[in-house]
T-cell receptor
Framework: AQSVAQPEDQVNVAEGNPLTVKCTYS??????LFWYVQYPNRGLQFLLK??????LVKGSYGFEAEFNKSQTSFHLKKPSALVSDSALYFC????????????FGGGTRVLVKP | GAGVSQSPSNKVTEKGKDVELRCDPI?????LYWYRQRLGQGLEFLIY????????KSGLPSDRFSAERTGESVSTLTIQRTQQEDSAVYLC???????????FGPGTRLTVL
């Protein structure tokens, strides 16, 4: 079975500082990995995905994530956080060999303080 | 173009009643998904439609839950004999295909009294 873990319920960071949101996954085959963001009172928005190729993936709003197969991780990063980045972030995985279901992590709330 | 739309945006019902939630995917998207998000929790997969293939119903929590999709367009999620634990936000998403990102609708907030 596939699973995703986001070990931090909340991450606090000062504006201008680097932001990291952690994600680890478990699949039996090769993964497709995604990050989504949910702003207050708004729907989920796609940030970036890893399908194949370069391990460093760049996405929307200056975010990037690095696929690390040996550590089964896909941490989300932003070099300089903005107050407007405060939101709920979800990591998701799909096992290429195990059907079409996308499994989401429990989410990490990011609070960027001015 | 238009994004994924869902209706109603809010639904309050009494325990035991049936409810029907609607999703209009992005035109041309062959894949459609339903998720449930309980307060303060992550997304729980319910069901997935891909073209004319049989839907993946593995996430439906009980036989009170069912969903239909007409071709590659509108989908309805039906919950029969609603229970208080069904209270959640029900999210619909669509994508061009399996490897593509999913685009989410705004959700339907269901409250069962």
């Amino acid at each position: 079975a596939q699973s995703v873990a986001q070990p931090e319920d909340q991450v606090n960071v000062a504006e201008g500082n680097p932001l990291t949101v952690k994600c680890t996954y478990s699949v039996s085959g090769n993964p497709y990995l995604f990050w989504y963001v949910q702003y207050p009172n708004r729907g989920l928005q796609f940030l970036l995905k890893y399908i194949t190729g370069d391990n460093l993936v760049k996405g929307s709003y200056g975010f990037e994530a690095e696929f690390n197969k040996s550590q089964t991780s896909f941490h989300l990063k932003k070099p300089s956080a903005l107050v407007s980045d405060s939101a709920l972030y979800f990591c998701a995985v799909r096992d290429r060999a195990a059907g079409n279901k996308l499994t989401f992590g429990g989410g990490t709330r990011v609070l960027v303080k001015p | 173009g238009a994004g994924v739309s869902q209706s109603p945006s809010n639904k309050v019902t009494e325990k035991g009643k049936d409810v029907e939630l609607r999703c209009d995917p992005i035109s041309g998207h062959t894949a459609l998904y339903w998720y449930r998000q309980r307060l303060g929790q992550g997304l729980e997969f319910l069901i997935y439609f891909q073209g004319n293939s049989a839907p993946d119903k593995s996430g439906l929590p009980s036989d009170r839950f069912s969903a239909e999709r007409t071709g590659e367009s509108v989908s309805t999620l039906t919950i029969q004999r609603t229970q208080q634990e069904d209270s959640a936000v029900y999210l619909c998403a669509s994508s061009l295909g399996l490897n593509n990102e999913q685009f989410f609708g705004p959700g339907t907030r269901l409250t069962v009294l």
